[in-house]
Nanobody
Framework: QVQLVESGGGLVQTGGSLRLSCAASGRTYSGGYMGWFRQAPGKEREFVAQIHWNGGFINYAGSVKGRFAISTDTAKNTVYLQMSELKPDDTAVYYC????????????????WGQGTQVTVSS
C-alpha cells in the first residue's frame, strides 16, 4: 500500500499560479505512473495529468494543457503539479493517485489515493 499526501492548495486570483505536491510513502515503486485528478462540487472526478515516475510518458487533459505542468522528484518520492493561468473553472479538490497503465484516465484505473487539497480560484 502506498500512502499519498497532497499539499500546496489554497486561494488564488484568476491568472495566478500554485504548485501542488504529492508525497508518496510506504510501498512506493519506480515502475508505475502517478496521476492528478480534480473534483468540483457536484461534478465527477476528472483526470488532469499523468506521469511515469521516471519523469516521462506525460499526458494532460485538454482543459489544462499548456497551463499545468506535472513533474516528479524521485529522490523525494514526490510528484508536483505546477498550475499557471488559473481560472475559476479550475476550482476543485485536487487528488493524486497511483496507476499501472499509461494513459489511464478513469478514476477506476487508479489504486491508491491521497486525501486531496483544495484549490480555489477567485474571479
Amino acid at each position: 500500500q502506498v500512502q499519498l499526501v497532497e499539499s500546496g492548495g489554497g486561494l488564488v486570483q484568476t491568472g495566478g499560479s500554485l504548485r501542488l505536491s504529492c508525497a508518496a510513502s510506504g510501498r512506493t515503486y519506480s515502475g508505475g505512473y502517478m496521476g492528478w485528478f480534480r473534483q468540483a462540487p457536484g461534478k465527477e472526478r476528472e483526470f488532469v495529468a499523468q506521469i511515469h515516475w521516471n519523469g516521462g510518458f506525460i499526458n494532460y487533459a485538454g482543459s489544462v494543457k499548456g497551463r499545468f505542468a506535472i513533474s516528479t522528484d524521485t529522490a523525494k518520492n514526490t510528484v508536483y503539479l505546477q498550475m499557471s493561468e488559473l481560472k475559476p473553472d479550475d476550482t476543485a479538490v485536487y487528488y493524486c493517485a497511483t496507476a499501472q497503465r499509461f494513459r489511464a484516465r478513469a478514476p477506476a484505473e487508479y489504486k491508491d489515493w491521497g486525501q486531496g487539497t483544495q484549490v480555489t480560484v477567485s474571479s
